[in-house]
Each structure stands twice: as structure tokens, then as C-alpha cells.
């Protein structure tokens, strides 16, 4: 489980942290926050779409789903929260 969410870090850290930046904007839209507490809870629920047990097709649903959730959400933030997550995040 740690290796496995180490891993996505590594992948998605630009991405989180933009979103992470958005979530913490006064201005932030309630879709937002809930978005985000569903790819939360798809990380760490035990059901997922293709077990873990497979060795590495179980997995890949992870490394698939969850960054396409994310940027899924980031690209329909609204223009100012997207520019000013962007900025604190240094891009």
C-alpha cells in the first residue's frame, strides 16, 4: 500500500499539489471539495474496479484512474482559482 502511494506521488505531484493549492482557495467550489474526497476514498478503499491481488493489471487501474480524476478536475476549475493554484505552484 505505501509503495503503491509513493508511486502515485512521484507520478502526479505536479497535479495534487495544484489541486491541493485549489482546495485551500477561499473561493473554492463545493464539486470541488467532493471531487476530491471521492478520489480520496477510491485510493484507500479496498474495492476497486480490478483487484490489487493481480499483480500488476491490479494496480494499473490506480495509476490510471486517479490521475485522469484529477486532472479531470483541475481543468474545469474556474479561470481565477486555476491561475492562482497555477502561481502558487509555481507554474
Known amino acids: 500500500m505505501f509503495k503503491r502511494l509513493t508511486l502515485l506521488w512521484a ?3 505536479g497535479d ?3 489541486l491541493w493549492f485549489a482546495l485551500r482557495h477561499p473561493a473554492a467550489p463545493r ?3 467532493l471531487g476530491t474526497a471521492l478520489i480520496a476514498l ?3 478503499s479496498p474495492i476497486d474496479l480490478i483487484p490489487d491481488m493481480l499483480p500488476v ?3 494499473v487501474d490506480d495509476l490510471v ?3 485522469l480524476a ?3 478536475l483541475l481543468k474545469r476549475l474556474p ?3 486555476a491561475q492562482a493554484a497555477a502561481k502558487r505552484r509555481g507554474g
Open 65 to 67: 484512474l486517479v490521475p
Open 42 to 44: 477510491y485510493l484507500f
Open 31 to 33: 464539486w470541488l471539495k
Open 16 to 18: 495534487a499539489r495544484q
Open 57 to 59: 493489471i491490479g494496480v
Open 79 to 81: 479561470p481565477e482559482i
Open 11 to 13: 507520478l502526479l505531484r
Open 70 to 72: 484529477i486532472r479531470w
